[in-house]
Each structure stands twice: as structure tokens, then as C-alpha cells.
């Protein structure tokens, strides 16, 4: 396993070096000039010059990178344009919210979808199946920004029941039911594609797996119905995992529309601020981070799959 795990590190390396070129790179094909959002329309030109200066905009980009890339490696990811306070400051915050939302958004949505495609698997052929993957069609069909408006509509403006912006009151998050009120739209919105997504994979592999001749050894044992199904569930899992980390993944990165729609303090929210605002120091912070999140969690589900399914790591 100890072997196993260093070879998954040395070729995580080079992928999360490969990012730190993509997330520098991108943001300068955008047109525009990111000092645009800071100066007024009359800038003198020594005032353009000095803030280039300051902000290192007046090199050439490879050793914008390179000085960008040293100062990432000891945690420095400069400093907001827009604001003028550290990137990792601006960050901190942000992500902890995103976090905060992923874990609720993954719990309903991993919970649902691991139900939902166990059912539909062992009830194959029938209307619960059919109801079930049409629900998951539906799913992953749904824009996350409609949904949400939908919901706001509903819960806030209708019945009144659930606030529809922000994470409550305070800046920090509070475990108390005030703060959790705040975090059921969201929540809900985002749970939405992830729930459908690991439904259709568990119901694909519950099917799969109780047709295979192995399970129908088992129950010519006599084995019991439940001692079936934790087999069904250790062969499931490899795959199920797999596919849950990737969503997790989503959830973090791709929340960007949900927390905007809700005023969700997190990364989505800060990225999309980050872009109308061409603060180039933060846009590359907040990608860079959730992007190597990305690729952390990739590796953490492969040693998860690594240690209940054995058979992988011989391969």
C-alpha cells in the first residue's frame, strides 16, 4: 500500500504543476486589463506604470509565473486587486463556507442516490425503476440556477418559510438553527445533480452485480438475503466511491451559479466576483486552489478504493 501510495504521489505532481500553468495562463487570454477595476477613467500613465510595477504586470509572464509560482508554494497568493487585502485572507472564509455547503449538499445528495440505485437495482424492470430513473433523468437535466430561483420562489417569496440569500447573520458560520435555515436552499440546489448521478451508478452496478454468477452461488448456499446484499455492496463500493469523490469535487469547484443565485459567501461566489472585477491575483488563488482540492480528492479516492478493493492495486 505504502508503495502504491507513492506512485499515485509522483503522478499527482506533475498534474498539480500542469494546473499551475493552466490557472496562470487562462485568466490572461481574457481581454481586458485587470488594473481597469482600481483605476479611474483619467489615470495618468506614471500612475498606470507604478501599480504595474507594484503588482509585477510590468515582466514578461514567464517570470510573472515564476514569482507568482514561489510565492504560491509558501502560501503567498498575492494580493486582491479590488481590495487590497491578502488572497488568502479573501479565501479562508470562502472556502469554509463552500465546504460547509458541499458537506450538507453531499450528505443529501450521496444519502438519496445511494437509496434511490440500490432500490432501482434490486427492482429492475419494474415501475419503481422506471420512476426512479426517470427522477434521475430529471435530475441531471435541471439547471442549478433555475432550480434555485424556483425554490426561492416557493419557500421565500410564497410561504415565507426559508431566508434565500446569504449564510446568515454575523460574518462567520454558527452551528445553530438560525444558520442552518440558510444553508437548505443551497443545499437542496446543489444535492440535486449529484443525487441523480450516483443513482443511475449504483442502479447500474446493484444490477449489474446480481447478475453475476457469484450471487447466485451465494443464494444456492443458502446464504441470506442481507449476506447477499453486503456483497453486493463490497463489490459496489469501489466504483460508488469513485464516482462520489468526483461529484465532491463538483460541488466545491462548480458551485459557482448556486452561490450566486443564493448570495452564498463561498468560493463560487468569491470566483464570480473575481472575474466581473478582473482581480487577476484572486481569480488565480481561488482556481488554483480549488483546482489542486480537485486533484487531492482524486487521490484520496484512489487509496479509499485502493484499500477496499485490493484487486486494484495488483492491477
Known amino acids: 500500500m505504502f508503495f502504491y501510495f507513492i506512485k499515485r504521489l509522483f503522478l499527482v505532481i506533475p498534474i498539480a504543476i500542469s494546473v499551475t ?33 507594484e503588482y509585477g504586470l510590468d515582466k514578461p509572464i514567464p517570470v510573472q509565473y515564476a514569482i507568482w509560482l514561489g510565492k504560491a508554494v509558501q502560501g503567498d497568493l498575492g494580493t486582491s486587486i479590488a481590495t487590497g487585502r491578502p488572497v488568502t485572507s479573501e479565501l479562508g472564509r470562502a472556502i469554509s463556507n463552500t465546504l460547509i455547503l458541499a458537506l450538507f449538499g453531499s450528505l443529501i445528495g450521496f444519502s438519496l442516490g445511494v437509496i434511490f440505485g440500490t432500490v432501482a437495482g434490486y427492482r429492475q424492470g419494474t415501475w419503481l425503476d422506471k420512476c426512479v430513473t426517470a427522477v434521475a433523468v430529471a435530475g441531471v ?21 426559508l431566508p434565500a440569500m446569504g449564510a446568515g447573520p454575523g460574518g462567520d458560520w454558527v452551528w445553530d438553527l438560525e444558520h442552518l435555515q440558510h444553508v437548505v436552499l443551497p443545499a437542496i440546489t446543489i444535492s440535486v445533480i449529484p443525487t441523480a448521478i450516483v443513482t443511475r451508478t449504483v442502479r447500474a452496478l446493484v444490477a449489474d452485480i446480481l447478475g453475476r454468477e457469484f450471487v447466485t452461488a451465494l443464494r444456492a448456499k443458502g446464504l441470506t438475503d442481507f449476506g447477499v446484499f453486503w456483497h453486493v455492496v463490497k463489490n459496489a463500493a469501489p466504483t460508488s466511491l469513485a464516482v462520489m469523490g468526483v461529484q465532491l469535487g463538483y460541488l466545491m469547484g462548480g458551485s459557482i451559479l448556486v452561490e450566486t443565485v443564493f448570495s452564498w459567501p463561498g468560493s463560487g461566489f468569491l470566483l464570480n466576483t473575481a472575474i466581473f472585477q478582473r482581480d487577476i491575483p484572486l481569480l ?32
Not at 485587470?34 to 495618468?44: G, Q
Not at 435541471?142 to 419557500?155: A, E, N, R
Open 21 to 53: 500553468v493552466v490557472c496562470f495562463s487562462l485568466v490572461y487570454l481574457a481581454p481586458g486589463d485587470p488594473l481597469s477595476a482600481i483605476l479611474p477613467s483619467d489615470a495618468s500613465q506614471e500612475l498606470i506604470d507604478r501599480l504595474k510595477q
Open 141 to 161: 437535466s435541471v439547471p442549478h440556477y433555475w432550480l434555485g430561483m424556483v425554490l426561492v420562489i416557493l419557500f421565500s417569496v410564497t410561504w415565507n418559510v
Open 284 to 315: 488565480q488563488g481561488t482556481i488554483l486552489v480549488l483546482a489542486l482540492f480537485f486533484v487531492t480528492l482524486n487521490l484520496v479516492v484512489d487509496l479509499v478504493q485502493t484499500g477496499i478493493d485490493p484487486r486494484i492495486r495488483r492491477a
